[in-house]
């Protein structure tokens, strides 16, 4: 404030004092820049830091799926080096089966011993050729072993509990294929062979320590 003088005669007064006024607007302006300032850089740094999150995210994100790329590439891989092992390893299975007196049919391969042995005993042979004793699956195959005109072994037998007729694979009979009145041996027939095979159904239980042929199977195809 400031005192006035108006003509001889002295008017005392407190008029505003317009320079200060302006002084403290320019002093509030200023500092509601300073504020406004203040307010632009905390915004900003929220800003950046909120950039730099998902800056963070993406690139974890890129990372976490470019490591999930990677175990899917090498899991394939494996299994292609797999398969390729696999077909390696069924074509000389293959090579080998078809030099050394094996037939094919319908997705196996069968070998008919010509030493007649114990159901054990034909067993073993055909385990030591990388084989077991036929397993029956359908009539198709069960006339294919009737066609050879032989009484063989096959892969049954209720040793393990009598009545009870398992497949070498432990699998139950399911599609029996026995002929009229078989089995009837009791607990002395104990092994399931081909006796009646100029029957359409050939299944026969006989004592297991007879001897016989016995017909191998190796399957290549499901
Ligand atoms: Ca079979
Ligand atoms: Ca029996
Ligand atoms: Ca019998």
Known sequence: MKMVYHGEDRVYGNIPDVSARSEDRKGAA??????RYRLAVVILGILCVIQAAVIIFLLLSLL??????????????AGFKNLTEERE?????????AQGGWEYFSGSFYYISSIEKTWKGSRDDCIQKGADLVIINSKIEEDFIRKSQKIVWIGLTDSETEGTWKWVDGTPLNESYWASEEPNGGETENCGNTFHYEKENSLNDSPCSMSHSGICEVKVRP
């Open 30 to 35: 200023a500092e509601a820049g300073i504020k």
């Open 89 to 97: 390893d069924l074509k000389r299975k293959l090579n080998s089966l």
């Open 64 to 77: 976490s799926e470019r490591r999930e790329f990677e175990r899917t590439k090498l899991d394939v891989e």
